[in-house]
Each structure stands twice: as C-alpha cells, then as structure tokens.
Nanobody, 125 residues
Framework: VPLQASGGGLVQTGGSLRLSCAASGNTLRTYTVGWFRQAPGKEREFVAA????????TYADSVKGRFTMSRDNAKNTVYLQMNDLRPEDTAVYYC???????????????????WGQGTLVTVSS
C-alpha cells in the first residue's frame, strides 16, 4: 500500500506537530500502522503503533504521555500528534503498514512490509 507521510518541520522545545500518514487505494484500517523514527547515526526505533484488529495502540516509553496516535478511517489516514517536543525527538519519522503482522511484532520495524518516505522533525533547544 503506498503511504505518504507529512507534517514534519522545525519547532522549538515544548512545541507540537501533527504527522499524517495517508494511504491511497487501500483501506488503511485493515492494516497495522506503525510510526518509527531514525535520528542521525542511530538505528530506526519504534514510536507508536495501532493494531489492525481492535485498534489497540502501543507507545514507546520515551513518548508516552506526549504523543497520541489516531486513525481517521473516512480519510484513510493515521495521525501522530506530538506534544511537548524535545530535542531528542529530532529524527526522520516514518510510517509503516502491514496487513498480516501479529500483535507481538508491532514494535519491530522489520515486520512491516510497506513504508512511507519519511518526514523530518527538528526540535530546537
């Protein structure tokens, strides 16, 4: 499924951004969708995921209480609302989707078949 991530930008510490991940041609609600990020010189890490069945949402400990993931089925889009941003949140953010992924694999980047192009989030101190 083609994914289009958008919404990144430059914000100051404590600011907010909302990332969007839109799918075309497929019903995104039938996929597990994850957000991952990769900072310069670091490995890609899990941020949040919404499971296809039941819509349960999981967050990385580093973003709990600050980031909120949601899904708009009518728009075939998944969002990541990011509040209280910190310099350590600076990274390229990617959305990913998979239709067959099992619940226990939702935090593993390698388990996702489809990836968007990434959107850069820069948080200045």
């Amino acid at each position: 499924v083609p994914l289009q991530a958008s919404g990144g930008g430059l914000v100051q510490t404590g600011g907010s951004l909302r990332l969007s991940c839109a799918a075309s041609g497929n019903t995104l609600r039938t996929y597990t969708v994850g957000w991952f990020r990769q900072a310069p010189g670091k490995e890609r890490e899990f941020v949040a995921a919404i499971f296809r069945s039941g819509g349960s949402i999981t967050y990385a400990d580093s973003v709990k209480g600050r980031f909120t993931m949601s899904r708009d089925n009518a728009k075939n889009t998944v969002y990541l609302q990011m509040n209280d941003l910190r310099p350590e949140d600076t990274a390229v953010y990617y959305c990913a989707a998979d239709r067959r992924l099992i619940l226990s694999s939702r935090t593993t980047a390698g388990e996702y078949d489809y990836w968007g192009q990434g959107t850069l989030v820069t948080v200045s101190s």
